[in-house]
């Protein structure tokens, strides 16, 4: 671990405490590591544009960060322990490479807005990734409904076999759902949008620090304005993004139960590629769905990541180190949330419903609804259509899946899917993004 | 308990499963009463527009419910456990009215879609007004911040007092916290903006509902157009809902911190109206800030009604009944989440700072960061300017707190607090609501 | 409500306030009215063993405590909005009844060890009580485990066939849970037996209390010492002891998990009684299992309360009223897990399993796990054995389900379930209950 | 990656999918696989007391084991993403050593018990470091208050100055407090001290395990009988032992928040070592007590930990890969939990409270509740002692701390301590650990 830039005296260090204090956070900082470097060419160029650095020098320290980027990109610089954070990490590279003038990057910020800003940049561009892996989910989403408006399935509630549903509906329900993901990670987005660099420790310097033109130059929606809340907003901005990236997993999750289900012998109604699924080191008659269980399971990550996030910041105004904290479940939880939504596409392609299986598992009594419906259409209160419809079935057991599917008109069922309607709202956000 | 409604055949039925499995939720449907009841309006113009009714009908439906809206209002008629739910209840009500024609109302619905858009608007309504409270906090916030530039308090990180800041500057904090959650409950209102009426029990009905009139009628933004998506989403935007309350909250929390900590004995800086604290039944000197603590305490209550939706919602596709389940803490959170809002502005407004309490806190050593600052500033690397000002504690001995407020000048710092940028984000957002 | 005992001075009460801070408090005082009667009378003991009170004085106010717990349980008192809470409501009646004598009762007590007092004998008697039915549902799943020992059916990893099992395997699966949840349900009220009463505000009284008589007379199982601890305990021992509940009702969703598949028309393996399943107000062709459908979602009830409570109490020692919201989630979660822990048995003994469609749920690949591992025994490397075993399906297909069973003699599987342990461990709770 | 065990034919495999689906569980695995390689070697004898195995082969195995694991230990074996999961390297390292008997290794068991039985060793062991690390913490606690008996200091409620309390009586709190996080951790061990090895994937096996002597040789305390509930038992044996962590981490939370506080220059109780503190990277007058608010910020991440793993458990009986996912909070919970438990001590035995400021802090208005008491000791009723009293403030200045703490005899309070009883618990636990 490098010097620690705050010892001032012969204050005997404790190593297994310093440690503990550490925690994995350099390591951890390696997701931020660019992003900070980015905000500390910013950064740079504000001191520059109020006189505290010359032109020359901010041209001299802003190439140095861009070299350290490139370094570490190309992995000739590792972040690791030899540095107490990524902070430390930027100041001990520059003050190598340009002395004295390297220490003055430091000037009228602290490691508080840095840390901030680096973050806020990675919860925006997490919430671009996530916007983009909605949409390529609901497109996959629509274009298979679109295929398989006339596959009849049984619709279920209390997985009840209720009434005639289609693979196509299915589809549709999946890609409306993450349009709706898709617009929350945009709100989101913008949302968190907003610029913490040049508030310090949390109460602003005694300098004019160019705020405008670190806004502008990182591409920020606003400043954030006010130091103390730019302190009190880690943490609630971090939230509000795990809010939106759980929104998306839910319906993953959904979606893995609905095929844990329909990847049983018992309902046999879906194959999955042999990638997605493993064998047994017990059973040799065994090919198990683990993909569909583990894309099943990471819901639980992101919540749990929301609520450490919560119970966290139950504190006063202003930075705590309890804050550090933060960032385990922060990163950890992006990332497993990241990873599922690169995959969830790649499932929805995939996934094949056996359509034998599929109308085999069409009943009677499924037409019931239709039929009570018809009934009632015709005058008769709902009620005594109602009881009267189980007198009928001999005369259900005649319907055709199909027409039922046809008859289902209300806008959005079976017989009028409304795919327009969703094909619509993703252009809209792509022209809003 | 009124009769019920599926009941075919000679079924025993155990009253004790039957309390266990009403749970308490005919007196929750209260809360959705009204918007049940907006919604069957809706529902039964749009059957008369596709023909199901005629028009004079849907008339006297229409007026049906109105009546039971007012009686209702009005405490003459009284939802309780003679109804297995609200739905019933309507359906009770147009029945006695009106015969076969009350027993109509219920054509091409389902108790499942109306639960949904009875929901829907009242999650909206309550966004609203959420959005509201959050702005009338925000207002009061900027005007004390307005009125308080000038009064110098110690800035706290680790709660170790760190630099001079105001009593302006916190304010101004908290101003800024409560109009980015201002706008987070406008965002998450137009998210939440979808009409499922229309949709039945998750796969729509052999009806060409006029899902548009209804939804034009109840004034959605959007159609949701997927029936096992409107199922789907039940809880989804529950949650999301909730996530909009819990921001606002995380800042009540935040704030109740602050005052908790400044109306302890030891910081004595804020005191607190009476009508705000309470006595001890044992110990006669004590007022108790009761109600700063019990702001504090809100929180969880919502933090936990997120994670017992999110946790109930590990399901498959379509209605299970599990979901009743997520009417008792939605409720009940979106209560105690209401009450909060209410009076938390009224803490904002009636909070006094001491201020000679607060300028008797202002050590010398306050001064030192804005100290190293000027030297860094003046070329100094930071890390030597920072080492170099320990030495001169006698010279900062000598600031005054109030040149040290002014001598702040980064944007949104105490000598510039940019009050304008938040007052103008509030005029954005009345343009927007 | 009534007069505030500490309300010293013309403070202004704003109504509205003292409504949010009361919350429901007295309600839910309901749960604990007849403990804190009870506890009153051991502090009324007490304070005679120490000459506080003479003999006859306590004897008139242990009469008269008696009295109004008659009066209560009979319906005659109603604790409601009158009275600020249990505790004003005692002092209020004793009074009433005994003038200046009843006002005595106060002396060496504070309404919070009052409080923990009466909450402690609440949990302690809801963890006996737990106890007592998590034993009732071993002894039901013990019993139909010995009746159906050779019922075969599939079993299941990864919601595939895996293995032939048997119900009575999966009966003393629930057997040995409940067993273990009967355990942790002693052990945890072992843990909290622990008398409160005496430690006051927090800080104990100048008066020697009698606190061993106290303890004695409330049969606690030792003195709570540290006055402080005791206040720290509180929300520390209410999360323990949901904890308890948790695990039982984790066994619960498991099972209502199983039972929500088992009676699909899928899986079809389980019919239940009429009375544990609803109709459908739309689809005339439905029976939904729905009762199994809230036992599974009931757990996330107990789950959120003791979130809610972890959540509450990141605060430093002593009483703060924070903790007045500790009462909530408790008593809802407590009533919730009762009310499962009530009707689960039931569902165990009614519930029956379709042997006919479990016997075609066998298929000769399940025997393939057998096979290998016969190979293996006779000396062949598992992992070879594995390999082969998938040539000699039809030789597999000849093989009996009920052969299968007998051959699976590893202690605790199908062939020898050693149901005699489990029941000696249930003799062995009884014993040292 | 080695080859999948269960690799059948030509399926072509994902890596981008098997990566995602291998999480980080191998590198997880290191902290179970001492236990792994131990319950092998049971499970190895296990097979040789049923004739399975040779006396000679078993050796041979078991020789192999030990060598692996002194392997292991020295470094020389490396585990990490070379093998599928810990089970593989075994595997793998005793068929190279051993060939044909290598593999026999998995004779009558499957992974699924497998990694039970290493998880429940862990468990255990877990469990009893925790209860050694609380024994020694409540020591130190029960010695510092044995010490400072005599130091008053103020006693909060509200965080409100309540009554005169002493140093010793707040070392005395935690004393009693981790007594019983003591007994918790060895309850917790006891109830999760069942064997789960010889239950196989869930339905046992068709070979006569001698699950009596592997259940001896690796000294659980009973056999978990049934195979289903083994896999049943996955994540309910893991929150109960996080449950028993979280208790102690919930009261150094507390601790944390006592030391936050009292370590501000407002209430300036508590001075640390400069090995706890950290200082600032903007702010050179600031020392932070950062190891005070990490120790704080450390219950939140078992309280996730404990929710994902419930919130995983919404699953029907058996295996399902989604429980792979319980791994990653257990651990990185468990490690969080063990590293507080270790610093936790010295923070208790190096704190120094000053007790100069302790003193300035003791108001008359402290003497006013003993003053209440000794009215109504004296036969005026409590509720008039305490009006009256406000009135005699000049008398109540008089009075000594010390006086007021000798005069608080009730058991357990500053007067009367009983660290006798204390004490004596701690020689229970030893008796019967």
Chains 1, 2, 3, 4 share one sequence.
């Not at 508080?112 to 925006?124: E, H, K, T, Y």
């Not at 990734?129 to 909605?134: A, F, G, K, R, S």
Request: proline share 4%; hydrophobic share 45%; with cysteine.
């Amino acid at each position: 671990m490098a010097d620690f830039i705050w010892q001032k005296n012969d204050a005997e260090i404790d190593r297994r405490i310093m440690e503990f204090m550490a925690g994995e956070d350099v390591i951890l900082d390696r997701s931020l590591f660019v992003h900070d470097l980015r905000a500390s060419v910013a950064h740079v160029n504000g001191l520059a544009s109020i006189g505290i650095l010359k032109g020359g020098e901010a041209r001299q320290l802003a190439d140095a960060l861009d070299e350290l980027r490139e370094a570490y990109e190309a992995g000739a610089f590792v972040l690791d322990e030899r540095f107490e954070d990524g902070h430390s990490a930027i100041e001990a590279w520059l003050t190598e490479k340009l002395g004295d003038l390297g220490k003055r990057v430091h000037t009228g910020r602290s490691r508080n807005d840095q840390v901030l800003v680096a973050s806020r940049l990675m919860l925006r561009e997490s919430l671009h990734d996530l916007q983009e892996q909605c949409v390529q989910t609901a497109r996959l989403c629509l274009q298979r409904a679109g295929e398989s408006q006339t596959v009849a399935m049984p619709g279920y509630t209390h997985l009840q076999r209720a009434v005639v549903s289609s693979t196509g509906m299915w589809f549709a329900a999946f890609a409306e759902s993450f349009i709706d993901n898709a617009f929350l990670a945009r709100d989101t987005a913008r949302w968190i949008d907003a610029n913490p660099l040049g508030t310090a420790a949390g109460f602003g310097v005694n300098l004019p620090l160019d705020r405008a033109l670190t806004t502008a130059e990182l591409g920020f929606g606003r400043m954030q304005v006010n130091p103390i809340y730019a302190q009190n907003s880690r943490g609630k901005f971090e939230i509000q993004t795990l809010a939106a990236f759980a929104q998306a997993l839910l319906d993953v999750r959904r979606c893995a139960w609905d095929l844990s289900l329909f990847t049983t012998s018992e309902f046999g109604f879906v194959s999955l590629p042999d990638r997605f699924t493993t064998g047994s080191s017990i059973m040799p008659n065994k090919r198990n769905p683990d993909l569909v269980e583990l894309l099943r399971g990471a819901y639980p990550s992101v919540e749990a990541a929301m609520l450490e996030l919560q119970s966290l910041l139950s504190l006063p105004s202003g930075y705590h180190r309890d804050l550090q904290n933060t960032k385990p479940p922060l990163l950890r939880a992006l990332k497993t949330a990241k990873a599922v939504m690169q995959i969830f596409p790649d499932v929805i392609a995939s996934l094949q419903f056996r359509e034998d299986a599929l109308r085999k598992a069409i009943e009677p009594a499924m037409h019931a609804t239709d039929r009570a419906m018809e009934l009632a259409a015709a005058g008769l209160p709902f009620r005594d259509a109602y009881r009267m419809v189980m007198q009928e079935m001999p005369e259900l057991a005649k319907r055709e899946a199909l027409d039922s599917l046809e008859a289902r008109v209300s806008p959005g069922a079976c017989g009028d899917l409304r795919l327009d309607i969703l094909a619509k709202r993703l252009e809209q956000l792509a022209a809003n993004p």
